[in-house]
């Protein structure tokens, strides 16, 4: 029975996209998982002190692990000195998650030069023995550039949604929508159109909360009287779009990839780079924010699903593990 360590993004999250990828996570590691036992640390919050991480048996029997595996998330950040980062170590405590590996994981902001900190705490962490999983071609450069290998296998979210899923997702519109904004990327003039649009398109609108920040600020928005407001939990987003023929438009990218695995005709709203990298390798349905005022045809059009997954690559890399 190996011992497995799972560095959990969702753990402490106030973002249910982190809940999301971290399903994609534990189902993509199942092979991997099974008859083995397997232990989540977070990464939002310190897992150990420096003190701890030097001194204490559960800093110890993490590092005695067969395999410490990164679960996907935004977590190669390219500035580490700030205490707020979704990877919550320094120089000084980042001793037991020595040797791990990466699984899906990418960078929003892969345009910045990373610092010669961080830089150091990930050659620290990093496993030069494995080949780490990236979710993006431009992550998987970054990486390399540490002189550790890598292959990009996209986000584990897709890694379920086969050609035969996409099949039965439906090409023409419905008369519900569920929607989502982004509370700290903010454009109140395109995202006020693309509540318009979706009022004048549907019949029926839902607006699911997947972050903290999400429902203040749809608040400030207009015209918002008939929506049904779902709250910020997987259970009641599923509820909706399982017992509904609806459609889902919005900035949030796991939140439509999650309508994807439901088989939901889905259109994602791009707002920064992280949506682009992927759609580069995944091909999912999007439309620039800058460019909403194509959102009304690209309703109204007959469009398929055809989510592209290198289930080559993703096996290559499972495979180094069974």
């Not at 550039?145 to 996209?154: E, H, L, N, P, V």
């Not at 994807?260 to 999912?284: A, G, H, P, S, Y």
């Amino acid at each position: 029975m190996k011992k497995i360590v799972l560095w959990d993004t969702a753990i402490a999250t106030t973002n249910q996209g982190d809940v999301i990828i971290m399903e994609g996570v534990k189902k993509g590691l199942e092979p991997v998982f099974k008859g083995n036992y397997v232990v989540p640390f977070p990464t939002h919050t310190t897992p150990f002190t420096i003190w701890q991480s030097y001194f204490w048996w559960k800093a110890k029997w993490v590092q005695d692990a067969d395999y410490r595996f990164i679960g996907g998330s935004n977590l190669f950040a390219t500035n580490l000195r700030y205490p707020t980062n979704d990877l919550n170590i320094n120089l000084f405590n980042c001793k037991p998650m020595s040797n791990s590996i990466f699984c899906g994981v990418g960078n929003s902001t892969l345009n910045k030069k990373t610092n010669w900190y961080t830089q150091q705490i990930y050659k620290k962490i990093l496993s030069k023995d494995f080949v780490h999983s990236l979710r993006d071609d431009e992550s998987t450069a970054m990486l390399e550039s540490y002189g550790r290998r890598g292959i990009t296998t996209g986000c584990p979210t897709l890694w379920e949604i086969t050609p035969e899923l996409c099949k039965e997702i439906p090409h023409e519109k419905s008369d519900s929508v569920i929607f989502t904004l982004t509370g700290v990327q903010r454009d109140p003039v395109k995202d006020q159109q693309m509540l318009d649009i979706l009022k004048k398109n549907y019949k029926k609108r839902f607006f699911y909360v997947q972050t903290n920040w999400d429902l203040p600020y749809f608040k400030t928005l207009k015209n918002l009287e008939d929506v049904e407001i779902v709250p910020p939990a997987l259970e009641a987003f599923a509820e909706v779009l399982d017992n509904n023929e609806i459609d889902y438009v919005g900035t949030r990218l796991h939140g439509g990839i999650f309508a994807i695995q439901r088989k939901i005709r889905t259109i994602i709203i791009t707002i920064d780079n992280r949506t682009r990298n992927i759609n580069k390798v995944n091909n999912l349905n999007v439309i620039e924010r800058e460019n909403i005022d194509k959102l009304e045809s690209k309703i109204k059009s007959s469009f398929k699903t055809d989510v592209r997954v290198d289930f080559e690559a993703v096996n290559k890399w499972r495979n180094q593990f069974l």
